[in-house]
């Protein structure tokens, strides 16, 4: 197959050209555009699209010859929606696992060490006197056994923690001591101290974490979620929280983004929250995904991290 030509279409879009041309060389001609008005202005036929998935949900039905796109995200929620779905998609995988697993474990030793307690007292020039706590002897509970949560189980066994895993498919893996399927979840939930959420959004993990799981949760769990906000169902969050029957939870992604300004969840006892920060999409590290998946796709070759649309991951 020819070289075919490339369309950028991510905010830092300008970032690629250069990448792409150290990794593709100049013979491939790349287009960058930042908004979706722009897309289609540059879109020219092209069959082969770099994309931001909320981006390119709003072209894509527009852009009939592409062929393949490329997810610059981990997720792809916005294009399973499309009325077009004749092409191939690919994600990204194993490259966000350590970026998410350092703001995890930042998120779980604060707890234990106290760190917000102790700035709170050191403004009063005094000391807290609590002792710190520790990871090592306690239980994490992973919902998602991908890249990213395999990443994060080992940096947990790494401070001396017992691993659970939860997928649809209960797959047994050797970063897990052990992993619960989807129907187990009233199984997998009761002896975590700390539950992180790395799922992806799809019909079957919408409001997983809702009342009925919330009170199968030790009043001590803690709870973090880096993967999708619709797999928590945020009212019953909120009342598990004021009730305590949760010690607290971070999260970094919510069912609508950006979080309102009158959302109840910025008021909410012991809940910290961060604008999906967890991870966030380095161009090099993506330009060397879509490189090598492009030379795949010249070559008629299957393409790596491939999304199944009915599944959705």
């Known amino acids: 197959m020819a070289t075919p030509d490339v369309l950028v279409a991510v905010h830092d879009a300008q ?6 041309d150290e990794m593709l060389g ?18 020219d036929g092209q069959t082969v699209v770099l994309g931001e998935p909320d981006l390119l949900a709003l072209t894509i039905d527009d852009m009939p010859a592409v062929q393949w796109v490329q997810s610059s995200w981990a997720g792809v ?3 399973l929606s499309c009325r077009r779905q004749n092409f191939l998609l690919t994600g990204i995988k194993n490259t966000f696992g350590a970026q998410m697993a350092e703001y995890v474990f930042a998120y779980l030793l604060a707890r234990e060490i106290r760190i917000l307690e102790r700035l709170g007292r050191q403004s009063q020039k005094s000391w807290w ?8 002897g306690k239980t994490l509970g992973v919902m998602g056994t991908g890249s990213i949560g395999s990443e994060i189980a080992r940096t947990a066994r790494a401070f001396g923690m017992s691993v659970i895993g939860f997928s649809r498919s209960g797959k047994t893996s050797e970063s897990f001591d052990k992993v619960y399927a989807g129907d187990q979840l009233a199984d997998f939930l009761p002896g975590l101290d700390y539950l992180v959420a790395v799922l992806p959004d799809t019909p079957g993990t919408r409001h997983l974490l ?21 797999l928590i169902d945020e009212q019953a969050l909120l009342k598990a929280l004021y009730a305590e029957q949760l010690a607290g939870a971070v999260l970094d ?25 967890a991870a966030i999409s380095r161009p090099r590290d ?25 599944r959705g991951y």
Not at 15 to 20: E, G, I
Not at 26 to 43: D, H, N
Not at 213 to 230: E, T
Not at 286 to 310: H, M
């Open 77 to 79: 929620t916005p294009l």
């Open 129 to 136: 006197d609590e002792p710190s706590g520790g990871l090592q």
């Open 210 to 230: 809702g009342a009925e799981a919330f009170a199968r949760m030790k009043n001590s769990c803690y709870l973090v979620n880096v993967g999708r906000g619709s």
């Open 26 to 43: 100049s013979e491939v001609r790349v287009s960058t555009a930042t908004g979706a008005e722009e897309v289609l202005k540059v879109y």
């Open 253 to 277: 992604v919510f069912e609508s983004e950006p979080l309102a300004e009158d959302s109840p969840l910025w008021h909410a006892p012991n809940l910290l929250l961060t604008g999906h920060i």
């Open 15 to 20: 970032a690629y050209p250069p990448l792409l």
């Open 286 to 310: 993506i330009a060397e995904i879509f490189s090598a998946n492009y030379r795949k796709f010249c070559n008629g070759e299957p393409l790596d991290y491939r999304v199944d649309f009915d």
